[in-house]
């Protein structure tokens, strides 16, 4: 059946770089895209991009500058990469695929950004 | 950037009522309309995609409809298990915004 899980870690300094990993299960990536999207604590859904079963990307333009996606298609992995993080990036963290609009959801991973 | 503008922001119902949930886009979508049940603590589910068709697995009670600019989300004979945050998201046109969220609470 289809699964994604995300991993990567809790805590995060102010200013560093957040790197997370999306894991997924029972698709291809070269067959369906991912999606990543962030909700933080008691409030409402931000996409933040898209690596699509082509390998192209497309990004929030509020994050763009500080946001990478990539994959590894043996690994059946998604990479998200921000950078510059400040306190309000603090979240859970979703990866969607996108297949039916996001059909599929991991459990999501909360980041907190504190020193 | 398209925005969706979700209605209302909450709703207290009793069992068995019908609650309809409103989403109004910012521009023709083209029933790129997905609406989504997030229960407390879990992720979001997919409930309705391009704006009526209904996900595998959701309970037939729930419906959608719309286009252009309008949508709407329907639950019929309201149960206990459908108190939840619903949120609209349009995915037309990158970024692929949602609705603020409807909280659905038990009168």
């Known amino acids: 059946q289809v699964q994604l899980k995300e991993s990567g870690p809790g805590l995060v300094q102010p200013s560093e770089t957040l790197s997370l990993t999306c894991t997924v299960s029972g698709f291809s990536l070269t067959s369906y895209g991912v999606n990543w999207v962030r909700q933080p604590p008691g409030k409402g859904l931000e996409w933040m991009g898209t690596?699509?079963?082509?390998?192209?990307?497309d990004y929030n333009s509020a994050l763009k500058s500080r946001l990478s996606i990539s994959r590894d298609t043996s690994k059946s992995q998604v990479f998200l990469k921000m950078n510059s993080l400040q306190t309000e990036d603090t979240a859970i963290y979703l990866c969607?695929?996108?297949?039916?609009?996001?059909?599929?959801w991991g459990q999501g991973v909360m980041v907190t950004v504190s020193s | 950037d398209i925005q969706m503008t979700q209605s209302p922001a909450s709703l207290s119902a009793s069992l068995g009522e019908t609650v309809t949930i409103e989403c109004l886009a910012s521009e023709d979508i083209y029933s790129n309309l997905a609406w989504y049940q997030q229960k407390p603590g879990k992720s979001p589910q997919l409930l309705i995609y391009y704006a009526n068709s209904l996900n595998d697995g959701v309970p037939s009670r729930f419906s959608g409809s719309g286009s252009g600019t309008q949508y709407s989300l329907k639950i019929n004979s309201l149960q206990s298990e459908d108190v939840s945050i619903y949120f609209c998201?349009?995915?037309?046109?990158?970024?692929?915004?949602f609705g603020a969220g409807t909280k659905l609470e038990l009168k």
């Open positions: 690596i699509w079963n082509d390998g192209s990307t």
């Open positions: 969607a695929r996108a297949g039916y609009a996001f059909d599929y």
């Open positions: 998201q349009q995915n037309y046109d990158s970024p692929y915004t």
